[in-house]
């Protein structure tokens, strides 16, 4: 089992930053990819970015060059730092990893942090 627990989400200004925590607990060994997902109103959950075996990182299209992710190994802990926010970046933020357990994989997700940007 895995946990994780999403903050730093509120209300920014558009141009702002913010900065979301994902803290991980649980059988952390076996995660092989974490990231950050996000789900506006009417719209299906998308990527964001990923860290894949802790080292190669992608990024969803809308993101590439304003956000950032990484990720503290010494804390448990994932990162995403959110700059140059648009009022489109407005959605659920949802911290997600991938564990492997023997020949398949489970997905975990946290609960969800809203970020609000506002014009």
């Known amino acids: 089992q895995v946990q994780l627990v999403e903050s730093g989400g509120g209300l920014v200004q558009a141009g702002g930053s913010l900065r979301l925590s994902c803290a991980a607990s649980?059988?952390?060994?076996?995660?092989?990819?974490m990231g950050w997902f996000r789900q506006a109103p009417g719209k299906q959950r998308e990527l964001v970015a990923n860290?894949?075996?802790?080292?190669?990182?992608n990024y969803g299209n809308s993101v590439k060059g304003r956000f950032t992710i990484s990720r503290d190994n010494a804390n448990n802990t994932l990162y995403l730092q959110m700059n140059s926010l648009k009022t489109e970046d407005t959605a659920v933020y949802y911290c997600?990893?991938?564990?492997?357990?023997?020949?398949?994989?489970?997905?975990?997700w946290g609960q969800g942090t809203q970020v609000t940007v506002s014009s």
């Open positions: 997600h990893a991938a564990a492997l357990t023997g020949p398949s994989s489970i997905n975990y």
């Open positions: 649980g059988n952390i060994f076996s995660i092989k990819v």
């Open positions: 860290i894949v075996s802790g080292t190669n990182t």
